[in-house]
């Protein structure tokens, strides 16, 4: 089959001075490849069905003149293929056009894109951004090997069936929920946008591909819960430690990663006169400003001289986050809580439990949290309304 060949005017990114680039678009056997040919030509002055700049003016025969010798290099290049008995597509053509010797491959940009993160730690990444990436390069391996047979895959062949293999086999092999899926996605697409910056791709394929999410159901404790667990007489020492950090994380709506770096210069005084926690968020680098609540110094004065926080320079005796969450799966069940306790459950204890229904304004809350957008935060207020519906539920009349 022929190669065929087409100029065509892209009116939807015309310049300031009216003039619109000139695409040429490639097609052979089903496959295409449009590229732009960095001419640029006045709308007016187009011939759709020439696919060629009308007039006999010098400035219409020397585009011209360009756009033919676009199209013969592209048959040249294409002669060439021919004339080795090789197999090849208009991804090879495009290549030998535009003067790129090899293909470049999904898992070689995870590669690229991790390099720039790791350089750029505590300059607007956080190492845990690049260990969630570590872990998407490998699901993504392991999606080559298992279901391709391969240890890479060339950029030009990611379509909407790679894609939707990948998601399927997320969700089948790992059991991830369509929220977990959802990140390795968010993860791969942002590789993707680096492959088209640096002009391996024309546009990501996650462009016919709609990833979804779910509303997650964020957990939280109750008044109630909250004091059987700090009431609770626990004789083990580490589970008992876990128990204070928990409690603090929930007086304070600090995250896991904000906690296990407190240190002392992290603790000041306000303007109120009072002891406040103003730091830095891990996640994102927005400030917290945190007034100390009176349980909550409680709890750092009886670790002030712990022998771990001393030779650390930290606060708390803080664990992996792993292991807090697993000594919090023992505490719920000998506080006989039948949730699921993680740190992050104390995160939202403190924006339910101890701000809104206590009447804490919403804005303040986002600002302690140190949310980037109102929305986030007004996730935990759609909780408190789906409570409020649960609880009127229950009322009976007459």
Same mark, same amino acid.
């Not at 945190?290 to 009886?302: E, Q, S, T």
């Not at 986030?376 to 409020?388: E, F, G, P, S």
């Given at each position: 089959?022929?190669?065929?060949?087409?100029?065509? #005017?892209?009116?939807?990114?015309?310049?300031?001075?009216?003039?619109?680039?000139?695409?040429?678009?490639?097609?052979?056997?089903?496959?295409?490849?449009?590229?732009?040919?960095?001419?640029?030509?006045?709308?007016?002055?187009?011939?759709?069905?020439?696919?060629?700049?009308?007039?006999?003016?010098?400035?219409?025969?020397?585009?011209?003149?360009?756009?033919?010798?676009?199209?013969?290099?592209?048959?040249?290049?294409?002669?060439?293929?021919?004339?080795?008995?090789?197999?090849?597509?208009?991804?090879?053509?495009?290549?030998?056009?535009?003067?790129?010797?090899?293909? !470049?491959?999904?898992?070689?940009?995870?590669?690229?894109?991790?390099?720039?993160?790791?350089?750029?730690?505590?300059?607007?990444?956080?190492?845990?951004? #690049?260990?969630?990436?570590?872990?998407?390069?490998?699901?993504?391996?392991?999606?080559?090997?298992?279901?391709?047979?391969?240890?890479?895959?060339?950029?030009?062949?990611?379509?909407?069936?790679?894609? @939707?293999?990948?998601?399927?086999?997320?969700?089948?092999?790992?059991?991830?929920?369509?929220?977990?899926?959802?990140?390795?996605?968010? !993860?791969?697409?942002?590789?993707? /946008?680096?492959?088209?910056?640096?002009?391996?791709?024309?546009? @990501?394929?996650?462009?016919?591909?709609?990833?979804?999410?779910?509303?997650?159901?964020?957990?939280?404790?109750?008044?109630?819960?909250?004091?059987?667990?700090?009431?609770?007489?626990?004789?083990?020492?580490?589970?008992?430690?876990?128990?204070?950090?928990?409690?603090?994380?929930?007086?304070?709506?600090?995250?896991?990663?904000?906690?296990?770096?407190?240190?002392?210069? !992290?603790?000041?005084?306000? /303007?109120?006169?009072?002891?406040?926690?103003?730091?830095?968020?891990?996640?994102?680098?927005?400030?917290?400003?945190?007034?100390?609540?009176?349980?909550?110094?409680?709890?750092?004065?009886?670790?002030? /001289?712990?022998?771990?926080?001393?030779?650390?320079?930290?606060? #708390?005796?803080?664990?992996?986050?792993?292991?807090?969450?697993?000594?919090?799966?023992?505490?719920?069940?000998?506080?006989?809580?039948?949730?699921?306790?993680?740190?992050?459950?104390?995160? !939202?204890?403190?924006?339910?439990?101890?701000?809104?229904? /206590?009447?804490?304004?919403?804005?303040?809350?986002?600002?302690?949290?140190?949310?980037?957008?109102?929305?986030?935060?007004?996730?935990?207020?759609?909780?408190?309304?789906?409570?409020?519906?649960?609880?009127?539920?229950?009322?009976?009349?007459?």
């Amino acid at each position: 089959m022929r190669i065929t060949i087409a100029f065509l #005017l892209k009116k939807s990114k015309k310049r300031e001075d009216r003039t619109c680039p000139v695409y040429v678009r490639f097609t052979l056997n089903g496959k295409r490849v449009e590229l732009s040919t960095k001419i640029f030509v006045d709308q007016n002055s187009w011939d759709i069905s020439k696919e060629r700049m009308t007039g006999s003016s010098s400035l219409a025969k020397t585009t011209n003149n360009r756009l033919d010798k676009v199209a013969s290099n592209i048959l040249d290049i294409y002669n060439q293929f021919e004339a080795q008995n090789k197999k090849f597509d208009v991804v090879d053509i495009k290549n030998k056009l535009c003067g790129i010797e090899e293909e !470049h491959g999904i898992v070689e940009m995870f590669g690229v894109y991790m390099n720039t993160i790791e350089s750029n730690i505590g300059k607007g990444f956080s190492a845990t951004t #690049l260990k969630h990436y570590k872990t998407s390069k490998n699901r993504l391996l392991n999606f080559l090997s298992d279901v391709y047979g391969k240890k890479e895959w060339n950029l030009s062949n990611i379509g909407y069936k790679f894609i @939707n293999d990948f998601d399927v086999y997320l969700k089948s092999k790992y059991k991830n929920s369509v929220n977990t899926a959802w990140c390795y996605h968010k !993860h791969m697409k942002k590789v993707l /946008n680096i492959a088209v910056a640096m002009d391996y791709l024309s546009t @990501n394929p996650y462009i016919k591909f709609q990833v979804k999410t779910e509303q997650p159901k964020r957990e939280f404790l109750t008044q109630k819960e909250l004091k059987k667990i700090r009431k609770k007489e626990i004789e083990i020492e580490r589970l008992a430690i876990v128990r204070d950090i928990f409690l603090f994380a929930c007086y304070t709506g600090l995250s896991y990663a904000d906690i296990s770096k407190l240190a002392k210069q !992290h603790i000041r005084t306000g /303007n109120d006169g009072n002891k406040w926690i103003i730091i830095d968020r891990t996640k994102n680098g927005s400030r917290c400003r945190v007034p100390l609540l009176p349980a909550a110094k409680n709890i750092l004065k009886r670790y002030k /001289n712990y022998p771990i926080n001393v030779s650390k320079g930290l606060l #708390l005796p803080v664990n992996s986050n792993q292991k807090m969450n697993a000594y919090l799966k023992e505490i719920a069940d000998i506080c006989g809580i039948k949730k699921n306790l993680s740190m992050h459950v104390a995160r !939202h204890t403190f924006a339910t439990t101890i701000t809104l229904t /206590n009447g804490v304004p919403i804005e303040t809350v986002s600002k302690i949290l140190g949310h980037s957008s109102l929305k986030t935060t007004q996730i935990y207020a759609r909780i408190l309304d789906c409570k409020i519906s649960e609880d009127m539920q229950k009322v009976k009349i007459g």
